[in-house]
């Protein structure tokens, strides 16, 4: 089965091309065009709020991404740790015992 075709912004579907296709032949003709012409119009402009919408999100996330890249950064150029205590063995945690 072959992989389902990418769409773009232009590949939506409105009425256009019913309204591009009939002209106003009359009152009641250019009233129905004007009715088309209007739900294009209103379809469009929630698809660019949409759009609007993703490009706040993707830009509030490239933000976080450059400011976490710079703290990154920092550390990875920061003077390693100091060296464990002598007998520590790397990933053993000692624990006291408390007596009650």
């Known amino acids: 089965m072959p992989a389902p075709k990418m769409r773009s912004l232009r590949s939506i579907r409105t009425v256009r091309s019913l309204?591009?296709?009939?002209?106003?032949r009359s009152r009641a003709g250019a009233l129905l065009e004007l009715s088309a012409l209007a739900t294009e119009k209103e379809l469009l402009t929630r698809e660019l709020d949409r759009?609007?919408?993703r490009k706040r999100e993707i830009e509030t996330r490239l933000a976080e991404i450059a400011e976490k890249e710079q703290r990154l950064e920092v550390a990875?150029?920061?003077?390693?740790?100091?060296?464990p205590a002598p007998g520590a063995v790397p990933g053993e945690l000692k624990v006291k015992s408390f007596e009650y």
């Open 19 to 24: 309204v591009d296709g009939r002209k106003a």
């Open 51 to 53: 759009w609007h919408q």
């Open 76 to 83: 990875a150029k920061a003077p390693p740790a100091a060296a």
